[in-house]
């Protein structure tokens, strides 16, 4: 028999846009001949609607619209969808087999993850029970994405009579996720025989980015079917009792999954939340000149204006590498001079500061006056601004708030800075936009003179080998230390993390690309006094 697997970029909450992309889908598949056609997660409402679901208007919707399916799949065809299922029971994360014009069977996920970026136990209620149907001569079961990371589901599927195991996924990408993915996918294979199919969603929603990477293990485990990564389509194969026959296509290396990854983020942020297009400070430095040729590569450089905004330390290479790059990539570019800006402010703060040296205050001045620069022309144009701090300077701190924290999408938030220089080589390798000067130079942000990040700052290497540990491993000081590490680097570096919780509390959502990003994933107490073995 022949099986689709749709790998879909749908939109939370865009019930009647899903439903027709949906319909489209069933409608393709069935004129390329399908007998069943396997769409992602929550394919009806989009994933995650977080306490959408809560809402009974919400919930009926989408009952209303897995009913216009029912209705509208075409003949022969046997249709998975994932919907808010709302009974007199509970309110379920539920797949529901559609063929007939009719609501064949419905499954209700078992195991509702809780940890990282999940919090399904906050709205669904768990199911028991499995499902099994049959078509094109085979019985398949069905499990949803976190039923396959436990032992159980699976095995009631096999116990109910399934010769297949279907997967519908919201499976959101961190680094090498594919490889866990199926890693799990194998386990349950081996504990119950059963061949299984992995169909997983593609596109952005806020900080989480789908990959896609649908796949299929056959009954001896091997993996004769792989979907592309970030790309949506209809991926067919052919059935037997336990094997697969279908394409192969090569899943990118980990910097470009990384890159893959910003660039769908930016694409589908911008463009599912209806901006006319984006603005973002250009600096001369790595970070923004990396921000701004992901954001040409995610929605045309037509859609883009950077804004070189020099103060009395800008260097002048800063100012001709912005001109060149902008030139390369045929972005807008506009140069507004911030000194006008900071001395107003500065004429009116003289009275309160009489008497005091200039310090820190006067270098965020600088970075509040470009905020508030790039916050008009988003106000005025309908544009997002893009941020362009890293994860790295997140962590520490070494940001300005309403400064440039300033914006509503933070592009590099998960992304350290030594992977920064590792990105920007690699969008060089494709076509060289970033100028090798800004690439070369060592990192400033320019706010008094001869400044680097070094001053404030480890070397990137040290600093982001000991934030791994820290951040995204919640290793202790002493562990940290073992790794190599000196004692009072580290210690530097954790009471940095810990006291700029507050600013990372207030700074714009960023595409997740790690396994602990700051946003979803780590959630600290702004107000505490555990300090671990700093004294």
């Known amino acids: 028999m022949k099986l689709g697997v749709a790998q879909l970029n749908l939109v939370v909450g865009d019930i009647a846009g899903n439903t027709g992309r949906l319909l489209a889908a069933a409608q393709a598949a069935h004129d390329a001949g399908a007998d069943l056609l396997l769409t992602p997660e929550m394919s009806v409402c989009g994933y995650p609607a977080e306490d959408l679901v809560l809402r009974r208007d919400f919930a009926a919707a989408c009952a209303a619209a897995v009913e216009k399916l029912a209705a509208a799949v075409p003949p022969g065809l046997a249709l998975i969808v994932g919907y808010p299922e709302r009974g007199d029971d509970g309110l379920f994360n539920a797949a529901a087999v559609l063929r007939d014009g009719r609501i064949e069977a419905i499954y209700r996920k078992h195991h509702l993850p809780n940890h990282s970026v999940f919090d399904e136990r906050r709205v669904f209620d768990s199911g028991d029970a499995p499902c099994v149907f049959e078509c094109g001569g085979l019985r398949f079961g069905v499990n949803i994405c976190g039923d396959i990371w436990e032992p159980g589901p699976a095995m009631r599927a096999m116990e109910a009579g399934a010769d297949w195991l279907l997967v519908p996924n919201a499976s959101p990408y961190h680094l090498n996720k594919e490889r866990e993915r199926q890693a799990v996918a194998r386990a349950r294979q081996l504990e119950t025989g059963l061949p299984i199919v992995y169909a997983n969603l593609v596109g952005g929603q806020d900080e989480l980015v789908f990959d896609g990477a649908s796949f299929v293990l056959d009954g001896d485990g091997a993996l004769p079917v792989q979907c592309p990564a970030w790309q949506e389509g209809l991926f067919y194969m052919q059935l037997g ?5 279908g394409a192969q296509h090569a899943l990118p290396d980990e910097d470009a999954a990384v890159y893959d990854a910003l660039v769908l983020a930016v694409r589908d942020y911008v463009g599912k939340n209806g901006f006319k297009g984006v603005h973002l400070g250009l600096s001369g430095g790595i970070d923004s000149a990396l921000t701004l040729a992901i954001a040409a590569d995610a929605i045309g450089s037509e859609r883009v204006h950077a804004v070189m905004m020099p103060s009395d330390y800008t260097a002048s ?4 590498d912005s001109r060149d790059m902008a030139k390369r990539l045929g972005v807008r570019y506009s140069e507004i001079a911030i000194r006008p800006i900071f001395d107003a402010f500065a004429a009116q703060l003289a009275g309160e500061f009489a008497g005091l040296a ?14 508030t620069l790039l916050m008009a022309l988003s106000n005025k144009f309908g544009t997002l601004v893009l941020t362009t701090g890293n994860k790295s300077e997140m962590a520490t701190g070494y940001a300005t708030l309403y400064g440039d924290m300033a914006g509503g999408f933070a592009v590099l938030k998960d992304v350290a800075k030594t992977r920064v220089y590792r990105l920007a080589n690699l969008r060089n390798r494709r076509g060289a936009v970033i100028p090798q000067r800004i690439i070369d130079r060592p990192p400033s942000a320019e706010l008094r003179p001869d400044q680097t990040d070094q001053d404030s700052l480890p070397p990137y290497d040290i600093l982001d080998g000991i934030l791994e540990a820290y951040v995204e491993r919640d290793l202790a000081v002493h562990e940290i ?8 680097t580290v210690k530097r570096v954790i009471r940095m993390v810990d006291l700029a919780e507050y600013k990372r509390r207030q700074a714009p959502p960023g595409p997740r690309i790690t396994p602990r990003n700051f946003g979803k994933d780590r959630r600290y107490p702004i107000t505490s006094k555990y300090r ?3 004294a």
């Open 481 to 488: 230390v073992a790794q190599g590490f000196d004692a009072a």
């Open 241 to 245: 009792d336990d094997t697969c026959a």
């Open 532 to 534: 671990p073995d700093l």
């Open 317 to 320: 290479i800063s100012v001709e």
């Open 358 to 371: 200039p310090d820190t205050t006067e270098e965020n001045l600088q970075a509040r006056a470009r905020g």
